[in-house]
């Protein structure tokens, strides 16, 4: 038995499992300042305190609630991973490369574990998209920093597709040989595999077929609400004097502003120096001074948890209540389900158009699909599960384990006495 972890590395939340005595994977408790919890965020806090101190997960979510103003906090940093116009994040005096926040990371994540990660595996077992987010990624700089991100967390460390670990831990879970497609929305991917189950006790449980990845997931939900009830009131369309003209205001700081990835990094002294500027020349210098007031008092986390909480009460109830009161800003909206749906009709589309290329490279049509096993938290959008049920019928869909099941699978395949056959 090989001494191995998962690690599911998340855009919004991290999980690790590490194989027992008994041979099966058991999930990490990582303690919290409430409750010990499976689920670690994926955030960095920053503050100064005799130099540059930090905190990570819900540690750091809680020490930027305590002091927002006097911190930076950054969320979603997984995807700048294959950016290759992110070079580092500015934090106070310090510039830290993806790599460095990615090692202040675990090294957080490892101190929260309760003594679970004190000894380095022999093994560990990493998921990654099968296609990562952002316009133009490139997948060799993501590679290359996850190097160096994980480098010393264990003796042998290898990639391996997300929802193929979410296919392992599915295969656990039936008797039989089934062809299934699984579906894992995560915060800043959709990825889709195609695997062969075969029968329990065969000599390869699990064979990929075909896979295919885009990066549209929960983020850019979240950025499309951003959108519609946000950037209206932070000046988006408006216009600034320029001479004798008026020009509309650039649409790239409104860009960055609906990312959260992004919406982190523009506090720093050049972009509120040029809002700053833009605010004097503009129609409406209100508008533009909304939109530093939450940049500036660090109102970006509580904007995006409104906004999660609104997208959550939408994926139970026909219509929900927005609501943000921040620094200089208050939002108040009542939204239905019908509206989100309208706002991310595009990106489903784009996502429905994925699985068909999966199912394409697998060789396999609607009809060779057994079962169709969903994960991960976008998955419990209506909208979203109604891609599969509407295509596959109900009777095939199945679920659960959304925020679990890809760390569990991960540490089985680092089971297997030759894991490069599923690495790449």
Not at 127 to 154: I, K, N, S
Request: glycine share 10%.
């Amino acid at each position: 038995m090989q001494d191995a972890i998962g690690l599911d590395f998340g855009t919004t939340n991290s999980v690790v499992a590490r194989v027992g005595a008994d041979g099966q994977p058991h999930l990490i408790e990582f303690a919290a300042p409430e409750e010990t919890s499976a689920v670690f965020r994926s955030a960095l806090c920053f503050w100064e305190e005799d130099g540059l101190a930090y905190e990570a997960g819900p540690w750091a979510i809680a020490d930027y609630l305590d002091y927002p103003q006097g911190s930076r906090f950054l969320q979603s940093f997984k995807s700048v991973a294959a950016s290759a116009t992110f070079e580092h994040a500015s934090v106070f005096d310090k510039r830290l490369r993806f790599e460095e926040l990615g090692k202040l990371f675990l090294a957080k994540l490892s101190a929260h574990a309760g003594g679970a990660l004190a000894t380095p595996p022999q093994r560990v077992v990493v998921g990654r998209p099968v296609h990562y987010a952002g316009a133009r990624p490139d997948e060799a700089l993501a590679r290359q920093r996850y190097d160096a991100m994980f480098a010393g967390f264990g003796a042998e460390i290898h990639y391996v597709y997300e929802p193929l670990g979410a296919a392992f831990s599915y295969a656990a879970r039936i008797e039989d040989s089934a062809t299934i497609l699984v579906a894992d929305f995560g915060g800043g991917t959709s990825d889709f595999s195609v695997v062969r189950v075969a029968p329990p006790g065969s000599p390869k449980r699990c064979t990929p077929l075909g896979h295919a990845g885009i990066g549209i997931a929960g983020d850019q939900f979240d950025s499309r609400i951003v959108d519609k009830l946000v950037l209206p009131i932070l000046g988006f369309g408006g216009l600034y004097r320029s001479f004798d003209k008026q020009l509309e205001i650039p649409r790239g700081y409104f860009a960055d502003f609906s990312d959260w990835s992004r919406l982190a990094l523009m506090r720093n002294r050049r972009t509120l120096e040029e809002l700053r500027k833009l605010q004097r020349s503009a129609l409406d210098p209100e508008a533009i001074g909304r939109m530093i007031a939450i940049i500036e008092q660090e109102q970006g986390y509580r904007l995006y948890d409104s906004v999660g909480q609104l997208k959550r009460a939408l994926s139970r109830d026909d219509a929900a209540d927005f609501h943000f009161d921040g620094e200089g800003v208050r939002i108040d909206a009542t939204v239905t389900r019908a509206e989100f749906e309208g706002w991310i009709a595009a990106d489903l589309a784009r996502m429905k158009a994925t699985v068909d290329r999966a199912l394409a490279q697998a060789g396999v049509d609607e009809g060779g699909i057994d079962r169709v096993f969903l994960t991960g938290g976008t998955s419990l959008i209506p909208s979203v599960r109604a891609l599969f049920t509407q295509r596959f019928g109900e009777d095939r869909i199945a679920s659960g384990g959304e925020l679990t099941s890809i760390a569990n699978g991960l540490a089985l395949i680092g089971q297997e006495e030759d894991v490069a056959a599923w690495a790449v």
